[in-house]
């Protein structure tokens, strides 16, 4: 029987003595598992199953949500399938479902290709690559987007990965996001931007950390520290292990989404996905971090996962 999410690819390396693998879905270039030494470092899905929750995807080209799945270019009113059902809004994107094209294939990377053809709610043409390598620092991913059409296209790009220190509960482990500003939202969509220091507990500062246990979040933020063109966020047990999230300046914000029933493979957990972004949700009506690329104009971005005193 064929995995649901297509061939599944699994690249190796060693960092700092210790065995790092990683498998890659072809459907939606998916990261579908993580390890060093075999210990998770994402939340995990079998091969014949499905990802929960977007686990792991590639979001492009746009994250989280379009409201109502309309938009506007140059006036006319443009309308994307509906995919979140529930809440009338199209969803993480245009490639979800999509096959991806293998380009390159390594012991220890993998290139990943999927075009985006003009269709209903966006008539534009953008072929995408994502890159996903372990290095001697943990995991490497690299997005790239490049306008293949004939006029200006709109552009934003997200991935979804749930981190995990193995198996610990959300009550032993701390989530620090180093981003100083949140949206407010109305069913999940943004509204305005403002700082975490004027808002109460539904939508809490997390730069000096907070137990997982304590969150109940879906919320875009930003205003991220970026140090050396880096911003980090970590999520750690009681004796600092863990995992990190970088992402690069081409990611300027970022999703926290921590679900109290999370179907993990061993039963329902409260896990928590920290999602680079490089546009909040509903950037085709807002604008918010929104690229236009000109025509054979490309855009890219980094992000990684490395382990922590492990």
């Known amino acids: 029987m064929r995995p649901p999410t297509g061939q599944q690819f699994t690249i190796a390396h060693d960092v ?3 065995r790092m693998r990683a498998t890659i879905t072809e459907v939606a270039a998916g990261l579908r598992e993580l390890t060093i ?3 998770d470092l994402v939340e995990p899905f079998p091969e014949d199953a499905r990802p929960a929750k977007a686990q792991g995807i590639v979001l492009a080209p746009w994250g989280g949500r379009v409201a109502g799945g309309d938009w506007r270019l140059h006036g006319e009113v443009q309308r994307l399938p509906i995919t979140e059902r529930d809440k009338g809004n199209a969803s993480h994107g245009l490639l979800r479902f999509a096959p991806y094209r293998l380009l390159e294939q390594s012991a220890s990377r993998v290139l990943l290709q999927a075009t985006i053809y003009p269709q209903a709610g966006f008539p534009f043409l953008i072929d995408t690559f994502v890159a996903y390598e372990l290095t001697d620092d943990g995991l490497v991913v690299t997005h790239e987007a490049i306008n293949g059409g004939a006029g200006r296209a709109p552009w934003a790009c997200g991935a979804h990965p749930f981190l995990a220190v193995g198996g610990t509960p959300a009550d032993e482990l701390t989530l620090t996001v180093p981003a100083e500003r949140v949206f407010n939202a109305v069913d999940l969509i ?10 109460d507990a539904s939508a809490p500062d997390l730069r000096t950390g ?10 875009n933020y930003g205003g991220l520290d970026f140090i050396d063109g880096v911003a980090t966020s970590t999520l750690l047990d ?16 970022t999703v926290v989404f921590t679900p109290r ?3 993990a493979p061993d039963g329902p957990r409260h896990a928590v996905a920290v999602e680079p972004m490089s546009a909040p949700a ?7 971090g929104l690229v236009w690329l000109e025509p054979g104009e490309s855009w890219r971005g980094r992000w990684g996962i490395a382990p922590v005193g492990i």
């Open 16 to 18: 700092e003595g210790k």
């Open 37 to 39: 030494e075999g210990l």
């Open 190 to 199: 943004p509204t305005e931007e403002t700082l975490v220091d004027a808002m």
């Open 210 to 219: 907070r137990r997982l246990s304590e969150l109940d979040i879906d919320h």
């Open 238 to 253: 009681e004796r600092g292990r863990g995992v990190e999230l970088w992402q690069d300046d081409a990611f300027p914000y």
């Open 261 to 263: 029933e999370f179907p």
């Open 282 to 288: 509903n950037a085709l009506n807002s604008g918010h």
